[in-house]
């Protein structure tokens, strides 16, 4: 007796399962989603950090824009670089165009040893919130503010706050120029720039558009728009605008010349060989006088 | 009986050290520098030029659309430049500077100290006199007056209340206006009675101001249909929405406005104003401004002239004591602390408090909101203060504009109970900025 309800029992069951099986089977071949295989193989090519620096919702987001997308040369995975770009497109058939390797650069040299400070703000640690509430601690209205504002966004841990100059460093290995920082700042202070093969930049660290006396005043090392700048350079990369030069890097060559120029040390070099009589390799130019 | 409004609300120290300071005059100063956005909308443009001579009363920049307002020289004398200048909170703002030359008056501005009580002005030309005075909401917020007089097609008012409550801690100006310039106020609310078509207005007072009380029904009794109501005292009461609630206990819709419970609020500082404009053709050029502290030597208020640098405010004070960490323009909830002292007095500037170094600190914040809900149990307009702060952090925009961060009028009131010392405010200030710009990308 009740061995035979477990037989009914077992069978009742299994048949439920083979008829709802053979049910779910038609279902799911009616309402079927094709999902076009590529984009699985172009996100496994893909780094995988979810950056949003190409523009899309994380990576399977670009995957699948860059698998629906006619045209490819506009997009681009600033992480991955060439080499993951190339392998991407190799997914597609399609022929990659190799682009320049970026590099965030902070755009403000103001350490404290540079700009005295006028007050001091002890409210929320939050750049977007300070500059809502007021022009700076300091008297560069234009100045980075050091509050970290790119440090929380950046996804690579590619970017630190030096305790001494109280300003962002970016990390020459770690930066993958996704643009986070960039697109966080809300002084935009940062900017995105060609990465020379050994690391080579030349750029003006500073964004202060104040005239001359005003800007040097409230930063030793800000630019005065002198303009010594536009007349040294032999390739004419310079331009000067709102009493602020900016250094095309593009037409730059990387000669330094206007490094040399620069009253005010407001144009860094980082990563050149050590010049003869003085030594400035370091993102933050010690001042010999 | 005295009433309130029902939801949330603080009780911070009051302070009110300048109560019984008589309003006083200060002297000319040498220069003043008057920014031509002094009011919310379109900025005035400029009319003068660079060595203009120019009188007191005369308009130095006109309004640039409806919701704006015309500025006016606040003294005589030759304009010396148009160049930006640094504002309060450090960053270079246009403004007209100008040079101080004797005291010399537009002639059809009246002068005379003596009541005006008659006036047989239609409604638009109210309107129009108000908006060329260019008067502004003096409580602080600065909209263009004219903009709130002229009714919406299909809206109407029945009454009008007048914001006396003063609920910020400290200030004092609008109770000494109150009471020296009792019978300025009653003509200027039967001006605005008849710009509206209101039979009705209510002058809403907190009870820390009994004096203020018993003098304005005295005087009340003499003009017809207006009454004054006292309040029990609490922040922030003198918060539009929540004095329409609790005089006329009419709750405001989110996102609307005060006519469309078919009220008007004006402060009693606009209808002391509108007066001057209607009745005296005189514009707005000068304001009562407190000055005061815990350290002051000397607290009081001052009748003082648009575009005064602040520092001369604090030196007619006895200057600032050595122990200050902090100057703040505005009540202490409210107000937003000086970056420099040099900035002008502005059409807002209600008050000038300068604040010892250990007060002016804020505390340091604990680690984490341990959802304790005291910042929902005070928010006076319902909001979970606690939700949009971390909202507004982890940048959820979408959700932040659901749960109605647009509401938040950024009365302080969470940030100043947080037992966690969080900065509530400031994030939630943050986030209603980001969705204020989506809202208008998305109409765009």
């Known amino acids: 007796m009740s061995y035979s309800i477990i037989l009914y029992t077992v069978l009742m069951l299994s048949a439920l399962g083979v008829v709802s099986a053979i049910i779910l089977y038609f279902v799911a071949q009616k309402f079927k989603v094709f999902e076009d295989p590529r984009i699985d193989e172009v996100e496994a090519v893909l780094p995988g950090a979810n950056c949003g620096g190409c523009g899309f919702p994380g990576c399977r987001g670009f995957a699948d824009a860059f698998v629906k997308a006619d045209d490819i040369s506009t997009m681009f995975c600033p992480p991955g670089g060439n080499e993951t770009f190339a392998a991407a497109a190799k997914v597609l058939g399609k022929e990659a165009i190799a682009q320049d390797p970026m590099i965030a650069v902070v755009r403000c040299s103001g350490s404290p040893e540079h700009r005295s400070r006028t007050s001091t703000y002890d409210g929320a640690q939050s750049c977007k919130i300070a500059t809502t509430l007021f022009?700076?601690?300091?008297?560069?209205?234009?100045?980075?503010?050091?509050?970290?504002?790119?440090?929380?966004?950046?996804?690579?841990?590619?970017?630190?706050?030096?305790?001494?100059?109280?300003?962002?460093?970016?990390?020459?290995?770690?930066?993958?120029?996704?643009?986070?920082?960039?697109?966080?700042?809300?002084?935009?202070?940062?900017?995105?720039?060609?990465?020379d093969p050994k690391g080579k930049r030349i750029f003006v660290s500073c964004i202060n558009k104040e005239k001359g006396g005003v800007a040097k005043k409230s930063c030793a090392v800000a630019c005065i728009g002198c303009g010594k700048c536009v007349k040294v350079c032999p390739h004419d990369a310079i331009t000067m605008e709102n009493n602020l030069a900016y250094i095309d890097y593009l037409k730059c060559k990387l000669c330094r010349k206007c490094v040399e120029d620069c009253p005010t040390n407001a144009i860094l070099e980082l990563h050149f060989p050590p010049r003869k009589p003085k030594v400035e390799v370091e993102v933050q130019p010690e001042k010999t006088e | 009986m005295l009433k309130t409004f029902t939801k949330g609300g603080v009780h911070p120290p009051e302070n009110k050290f300048s109560a019984n300071a008589a309003i006083e005059?200060?002297?000319?100063?040498?220069?003043?520098?008057?920014?031509?956005?002094?009011?919310?909308?379109?900025?005035?443009?400029?009319?003068?030029?660079?060595?203009?001579?120019?009188?007191?009363?005369?308009?130095?920049?006109?309004?640039?659309?409806?919701?704006?307002?015309?500025?006016?020289?606040?003294?005589?004398?030759?304009?010396?430049?148009?160049?930006?200048?640094?504002?309060?909170?450090?960053?270079?703002?246009?403004?007209?500077?100008?040079?101080?030359?004797?005291?010399?008056?537009?002639?059809?501005?009246?002068?005379?100290?003596?009541?005006?009580?008659?006036?047989?002005?239609?409604?638009?030309?109210?309107?129009?006199?108000?908006?060329?005075?260019?008067?502004?909401?003096?409580?602080?917020?600065?909209?263009?007056?004219h903009v709130k007089l002229s009714i919406p097609k299909g809206k109407k008012a029945d009454v009008l209340i007048i914001n006396g409550v003063e609920c910020e801690p400290y200030l004092t100006s609008d109770h000494r206006l109150m009471l020296e310039k009792a019978h300025e106020l009653m003509v200027g609310i039967e001006i605005l009675k008849k710009a509206l078509g209101v039979e009705h207005a209510i002058i809403g007072i907190e009870n820390n101001k009994p004096d203020a009380i018993s003098y304005l029904i005295k005087i009340a009794s003499e003009y017809k249909g207006i009454e004054v109501q006292g309040l029990k005292v609490k922040y922030p009461q003198g918060g539009e929405k929540q004095l329409i609630k609790a005089l006329i206990n009419r709750e405001v819709p989110s996102g609307g406005l005060p006519i469309d419970v078919g009220t008007v609020v004006h402060n009693v500082g606009t209808a002391v104003a509108v007066y001057d404009a209607v009745q005296k053709n005189k514009p707005l050029i000068?304001?009562?401004?407190?000055?005061?502290?815990?350290?002051?030597?000397?607290?009081?208020?001052?009748?003082?002239?648009?575009?005064?640098?602040?520092?001369?405010?604090?030196?007619?004070?006895?200057?600032?004591?050595?122990?200050?960490?902090?100057?703040v323009n505005g009540g202490p909830m409210m107000g937003k602390a000086l970056n420099t002292i040099d900035a002008p007095v502005t059409k807002g500037t209600s008050g000038v408090i300068s604040f010892p170094e250990k007060e002016a600190k804020r505390v340091p914040e604990k680690p984490a909101c341990i959802r304790c809900a005291k910042c929902v149990s005070v928010c006076p307009m319902g909001l979970e203060p606690f939700l949009l702060n971390r909202l507004s952090q982890r940048k959820i925009f979408d959700r932040l504009e659901a749960e109605k961060v647009l509401d938040c009028m950024e009365c302080g009131s969470c940030s100043f109970v947080c037992p966690a010392n969080l900065p509530l405010l400031d994030y939630i200030r943050l986030g209603k900025g980001e969705v204020n710009a989506i809202i208008r990308a998305r109409k765009n």
């Open chain 2, 286 to 327: 000068e304001r009562v401004v407190t000055i005061t502290g815990k350290s002051l030597p000397k607290t009081g208020n001052f009748m003082v002239r648009i575009g005064t640098p602040i520092s001369q405010l604090i030196e007619a004070a006895g200057g600032l004591p050595t122990d200050t960490g902090k100057v």
């Open chain 1, 135 to 195: 022009s700076g601690d300091t008297g560069c209205q234009f100045g980075c503010l050091g509050l970290g504002d790119c440090v929380v966004v950046c996804k690579f841990d590619a970017i630190y706050i030096d305790e001494t100059t109280g300003l962002p460093v970016i990390s020459d290995e770690k930066c993958t120029a996704c643009g986070a920082c960039v697109k966080a700042c809300p002084k935009f202070i940062i900017e995105m720039r060609k990465k």
């Open chain 2, 25 to 145: 005059n200060l002297p000319l100063p040498k220069q003043v520098v008057i920014p031509i956005s002094q009011h919310i909308g379109a900025p005035a443009a400029a009319t003068v030029a660079k060595g203009d001579k120019v009188l007191v009363g005369q308009v130095i920049a006109k309004s640039s659309g409806f919701v704006s307002a015309n500025i006016h020289s606040s003294v005589s004398g030759t304009v010396a430049s148009l160049d930006a200048v640094l504002d309060s909170t450090g960053y270079k703002k246009p403004a007209i500077t100008i040079t101080v030359e004797g005291d010399e008056w537009l002639p059809e501005i009246d002068r005379s100290l003596e009541l005006k009580k008659e006036f047989s002005f239609t409604t638009e030309e109210i309107i129009a006199k108000v908006s060329a005075a260019g008067v502004v909401g003096l409580g602080g917020a600065t909209f263009p007056s």
